[in-house]
């Protein structure tokens, strides 16, 4: 994957402001010993020290060309394996900062011997802005981001004005963002996003055909949507499409 703009260049469009919390966790001694072994063949953790980043190089990554998806914030990656074993034709890059999430899904990439999955441990707006470049992801998946429920952290939520530009970009044209949350007013904020973008520069539309999406959009019930089940909260998905360039 090339990246063509300069990130300085970008940083200015998006927001710089983390969506995310430190958490800390300790692995267990079989997660340790995973992490050891699997994580360096898995698994790439970005710069600490704020340098610039090397593209992806998907090919050499996974050793086959492919379609890839990229799944933001992919938690302890329940969905990540349990998709992944459905689609073994895609590429699937799981991005998340959480370390024992990431040492889950290490866990359950070896258990399953699925070999479509690799692993960014790092801030997922770094990865869209110097990792990946223009039309070079056929999926983007961001199921139930950090709602920031309080006003003032709303400059928090992952899913702004610029991100979304962002990862229209990145899609290819027939590429899909998908989207679910189960937080009601985040849902509206998503929206509102959504429907406020400028069409003609993102090319990023509803994909009313599901039938037609070239990625898996059946997802797993996870622990964040078993939970809403159960409090009676309602999940609200987005599936979009960028189109061709007209
Ligand atoms: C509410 S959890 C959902 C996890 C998972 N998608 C699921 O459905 O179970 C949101 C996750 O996104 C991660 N996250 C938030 N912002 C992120 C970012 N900018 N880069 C990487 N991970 C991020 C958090 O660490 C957290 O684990």
New binding site residues.
Partial sequence: MQVSNAASDQSRLYPRV????F?RGALSAGQQRNWETKWPILGRELRTDGGSEAPLNTAEWFGRTADTIL??????G??TAAMAAVEPDVNVIA????KP?LAQLVGLVDRQGLTNVRMIR????I?LMELTGPSSLTGIR?????PWPKARHHKRR?LQQGTITLMADRLKPGGVLHI?TDHAEYAEWISEVLDNQDVTKTHVVPLEDKSASPILLERPT????GRAQREGRDVTEYVFTRQEAQ
């Fill in positions: 983390t969506s995310f919390r958490r799944e933001i914030g992919s938690g302890t329940i969905s991005v998340e900062v959480y999430g790092g801030d997922a707006m990865v961001v199921f139930f981001p950090d992952l679910a996870t622990k964040f949507e």
